[in-house]
């Protein structure tokens, strides 16, 4: 029998380590005897209960452990029943299972708490196993009981917590160590969407994880909870739905008492989405104004240092434009503040449409208005801009039925020149707008005194420019081209002279830049070529001589998208012979929009017009773009010819270009030419052609054509 004891009590699953025990011991199970006193010893090693009984339930034998539970020795135990060493309360349930376990003939578990004599209440975890002889006849029950208190206590713990949480209003997540999810509450339901069905045995990770964050924070997470049991912040985790949101979680880990280790972790958590937005929108409102939607002061501090940041590293410029309304206050005075905020609402949308879309512009408060530049390339282009802000307070502001004019003005400063720092740059921004003010409103100043000179000078000219056209004060002159080897005149260039009743003459290389800034050489283009070639038939219908007239296209006029549309227009227009017709077209526009310009010089070509390259030498000159687009002569600019003989390096670069023009088969002509030296070094070079004050200067059309 204890063969058959120890054999079954080996057999039980949690004792199989000890098989091992005994087989290294080299241990013979050969006879009763010794069976018995291993059994023994083995039994009382263990600090599990063990106590065995026959199928009468009378006690046969127990541990030591088992003793100290009832409180009396083995010898008292042997013979006695569990009704005489239990209380009643217990009683059935143990008996109950001894029943059971007889009655299956096989192990049986249950669940229970007993007293120790001192009192002390203990739960334990009881298998009840069934033993036989060798033969297979059921001698009793052999009974394993283990102290399981702590779990329980815990676990009632939880079961305790769970039910308060079930009710609480954040959601509740607790999961074995292994983060498998064992409880959830119904606000966990609620917020991730996923039922209690769902979430239970499942993996957190599996369930929520939103990819949102990187491998380092749940590292930081998990460093957190191992060293202080507990760690808590804002988390994105994802909903059911597949939403994802941000949640306040709260872990903590649950621990053993004596052994220390994790039993559970136990998640608390809120959905904060809608805490977020409110935040965001404490963050909009800390930083924009809220009845124009611009930036506030704040902000746009924050906006010109950025700027300025930019500004120093890549060494750009930046403006600061500081704007006060002319009467605003008599506005609202008259109409009330409800009107006065339209009027602002109104004034925001309209200086936003001002500006690029890099800059900012910002209310400060009131009726003050600033706003930063960012990459300006100099003084023209924020002109423009304020110019651009005064015209787009040109149209009547409509305010509920009322109707009114409302003019600003405007205070500009500009980094590096006026200032380091944003306060120093609003601050000069600010005195330039109330000198703006007193010299009458409606206006800009810069902060810098000689600048407002400069840009009143071109503000002058500007304007002066746009009238010129209309009021007939431009004019044409022609400058002889010359054959060089036969030395007839072959054609003329047609140079622009403006000639304004405010400002006298101007020279073209002052005006023909501002035409292009403005855009105004567009429509200038357009009349010089149209006059030139009216002045061309006129010339043959008066039986003059038929020459060639070169005419100067703008690299602005390129960015039209019929320039060749117009150009033929005109020709046709005017009856012009296009093989008579050269345009002269600078280095530049070739390579700006190479695709479109190659474009534009096609259609050109193929109704027979000429086109040459002005300057020539002076851009970038690529041999690349010069056999790609259709021309027909290069014309040496005239910086190299001026030097001729002194300047070796010159002759040698005009050498060159005549060599080139030879190789491509282009013609090649030289501008400038003043004496008779630099004459005679192109004819030696072969050059096709010449111009200059040595032929002729450039004069008008009657007085070009009557030396024929
Ligand atoms: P450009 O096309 O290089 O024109 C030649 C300039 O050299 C002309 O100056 C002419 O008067 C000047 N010049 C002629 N012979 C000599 C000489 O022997 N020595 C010196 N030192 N200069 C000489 P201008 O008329 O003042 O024109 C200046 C520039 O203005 C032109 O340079 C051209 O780029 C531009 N321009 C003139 N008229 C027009 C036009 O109708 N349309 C466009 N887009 N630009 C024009
Ligand atoms: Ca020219
Ligand atoms: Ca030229």
Redesign the pocket.
């Known amino acids: 029998m204890w063969k058959n004891l120890l054999t079954t009590l080996l057999g039980a699953h949690r004792f199989r380590w000890l098989t091992t025990y005994f087989f290294s011991n080299k241990c013979e199970l050969a006879t009763d005897v010794c069976a018995q006193g291993l059994l023994r010893d083995l039994i009382n090693s263990l600090p599990e209960l063990v106590a065995y009984k026959n199928i009468h339930g009378t006690y046969l034998n127990c541990n030591q452990a088992f003793e100290q539970l009832v409180g009396l020795s083995e010898a008292e135990i042997i013979g006695k029943t569990d009704a005489d060493l239990f209380p009643p309360d217990v009683l059935d349930l143990l008996q109950e299972q001894d029943e059971q376990t007889l009655r299956l003939n096989n192990a049986c578990y249950l669940e229970t708490w007993l007293s120790y004599p001192d009192g002390r209440l203990v739960w334990f975890e009881m298998i009840k196993t069934p033993f036989h002889t060798a033969e297979g006849i059921l001698l009793g029950i052999l009974t394993t009981s283990r102290d399981i208190t702590t779990r329980k206590q815990s676990e009632e713990k939880l079961k305790q917590a769970a039910q308060v949480l079930e009710n609480s209003s954040e959601a509740i997540c607790i999961t074995s160590p292994e983060t498998i999810i064992l409880v959830v509450n119904k606000v966990f339901t609620q917020i991730t969407g996923f039922s209690k069905e769902e979430a239970t045995g499942r993996k957190v990770s599996q369930l929520l994880k939103s990819g949102k964050h990187g491998p380092s924070f749940y590292k930081g997470m998990w460093d957190a909870l191992n060293t202080s049991g507990h760690w808590q912040g804002e988390i994105w985790n994802k909903r059911k739905n597949g939403e994802v949101y941000p949640e306040w979680l709260n872990i903590s880990m649950i621990r053993d008492d004596d052994s220390g280790k994790v039993t559970h972790y136990l998640a608390i958590f809120s959905d904060i989405s809608a805490h977020k937005k409110n935040e965001q929108r404490l963050a909009y409102l800390a930083h924009y104004d809220n009845l124009t939607g611009l930036p506030n002061r704040t902000l746009f501090r924050e906006k010109v240092d950025r700027a300025l940041l930019h500004a120093r590293q890549y060494q750009t410029k930046i403006a600061v434009l500081f704007l006060d309304l002319d009467r605003f206050k008599y506005i609202n005075d008259t109409w009330g503040h409800a009107i006065g905020d339209l009027l602002l609402q109104d004034v925001a949308n309209r200086l936003v449409e001002c500006v690029c879309k890099q800059d900012t512009i910002a209310r400060l408060g009131g009726d003050e208005f600033t706003a930063v530049l960012e990459n300006i390339s100099g003084t023209q282009e924020v002109i423009e801009i304020a110019q651009r802000i005064l015209d787009a307070f040109r149209p009547q502001f409509y305010l509920h039925g009322h109707e009114t004019f409302i003019t600003t003005s405007i205070g500009i400063s500009l980094y590096p020149n006026d200032g380091n720092d944003a306060d120093t740059l609003l601050k000069n921004a600010d005195a330039a707008m109330y000198r703006a003010k007193e010299g009458g409103k409606n206006d800009y100043q810069f902060f810098a005194l000689e600048m407002n000179e400069h840009a009143r000078q071109r503000l002058i000219l500007e304007t002066q420019l746009r009238y010129a056209l209309g009021r007939g004060e431009f004019q044409l002159h022609y400058?002889p081209q010359m054959h060089l080897a036969s030395g007839h005149i072959t054609g003329a260039?047609?140079?622009?002279r403006w000639m304004s009743p405010e400002v006298g003459w101007v020279?073209?290389?002052t005006f023909?830049p501002l035409a292009e800034e403005t855009g105004l050489?567009v429509e200038i283009?357009e009349w010089?070529l149209y006059k030139a070639c009216l002045q061309h038939r006129e010339w043959r219908e008066n039986g003059k001589p038929i020459l060639r007239i070169a005419?100067?296209?703008?690299s602005r006029q390129f960015k039209q998208d019929n320039l060749a549309q117009n150009i033929i227009r005109i020709v046709k227009d005017t009856d012009m012979d296009p093989t008579l017709l050269e345009l002269?077209l600078t280095e530049s526009v070739l390579m700006q929009d190479a695709y479109a310009a190659a474009e534009i010089l096609r259609e050109l070509k193929s109704l027979g017009i000429q086109l040459a390259i002005?300057?020539f030498g002076t851009g970038y000159s690529s041999l690349n773009y010069l056999r790609r687009f259709p021309l027909d002569k290069l014309k040496i600019d005239?910086s190299f010819i001026h030097d001729i003989p002194g300047n070796q390096e010159d002759m040698t670069i005009t050498k060159a270009i005549v060599a080139l023009a030879r190789n491509l088969h282009l013609g090649v002509i030289a501008?400038?030419?003043?004496n008779k030296s630099q004459l005679a070094f192109l004819k030696s070079l072969k050059c096709d052609e010449v111009?200059?004050?040595?032929i002729g200067y450039?004069v008008s059309g009657d007085e070009f054509i009557s030396q024929f």
């Open positions: 400058q260039e047609v140079l622009l020279a073209p290389h023909i050489v283009g010089v005419v100067n296209l703008s002269e002005d300057d005239k501008e400038g030419v003043e111009q200059g004050y040595l450039p």
